[in-house]
T-cell receptor
Framework: EDKVVQSPLSLVVHEGDTVTLNCSYE??????LLWYKQEKKAPTFLFML????IEKKSGRLSSILDKKELSSILNITATQTGDSAIYLC???????????FGQGTELSVKP | DTGVSQDPRHKITKRGQNVTFRCDPI?????LYWYRQTLGQGPEFLTY????????KSRLLSDRFSAERPKGSFSTLEIQRTEQGDSAMYLC????????????FGPGTRLLVL
């Protein structure tokens, strides 16, 4: 059965800290992996990762995929209170493109 | 550029009633997905359409659930004889085929079954 595990499930840090969120997956017919940020509303898109070892970067956020280890990480540097949210990773099925979401990591950034 | 829209945003109903939700995808997107999210969990896939064809349904989707996308544009999700366990956020997402497979989500419809 397909499985996505994110760790940690929750994390409390102070502004300015750097965090690393982990996502591991066991998904048949894997095509790519998406990261989303969810703040008490619908998920908003962060990154799409298709190739292993190539870092995607957007401001203070970056992410990389390791297809050999079936995992991905999301890094956030110099965290701000606005980064507080649930971060979801979702492998994409090769056929149909449905997403299989992990439980998410709830990040809380304290001032 | 309008994003994905969903209506209603909130719905409270009594057990046993039928409810229908609507999703309008981003206009050029030919794929439309429905997900359900309960508190503390990531969204769970329910079904998806490519144009007007419903191509996959999750085994989570009981016979009480039906979805349509009659003209390949908006979609409706109907739940018949609602149960308290149906209480959740129902999310719609759309994408443009496999070329740009990033899915963009609507604001969701939060359903509460009393």
């Amino acid at each position: 059965e397909d499985k996505v595990v994110q760790s940690p499930l929750s994390l409390v840090v102070h502004e300015g800290d750097t965090v690393t969120l982990n996502c591991s997956y066991e998904v048949t017919n894997f095509r790519s992996l998406l990261w989303y940020k969810q703040e008490k509303k619908a998920p908003t898109f962060l990154f799409m990762l298709t190739s292993s070892g190539i870092e995607k970067k957007s401001g203070r956020l970056s992410s990389i995929l390791d297809k050999k280890e079936l995992s991905s990480i999301l890094n956030i540097t110099a965290t701000q209170t606005g980064d507080s949210a649930i971060y979801l990773c979702a492998p994409v099925y090769n056929q149909g493109g449905k997403l299989i979401f992990g439980q998410g990591t709830e990040l809380s950034v304290k001032p | 550029d309008t994003g994905v829209s969903q209506d209603p945003r909130h719905k409270i109903t009594k057990r046993g009633q039928n409810v229908t939700f609507r999703c309008d995808p981003i206009s050029e997107h030919n794929r439309l997905y429905w997900y359900r999210q309960t508190l503390g969990q990531g969204p769970e896939f329910l079904t998806y359409f490519q144009n007007e064809a419903q191509l996959e349904k999750s085994r989570l989707l009981s016979d009480r659930f039906s979805a349509e996308r009659p003209k390949g544009s908006f979609s409706t999700l109907e739940i018949q004889r609602t149960e308290q366990g149906d209480s959740a956020m129902y999310l719609c997402a759309s994408s443009y085929d496999r070329v740009q497979e990033t899915q963009y989500f609507g604001p969701g419809t939060r359903l509460l079954v009393l």
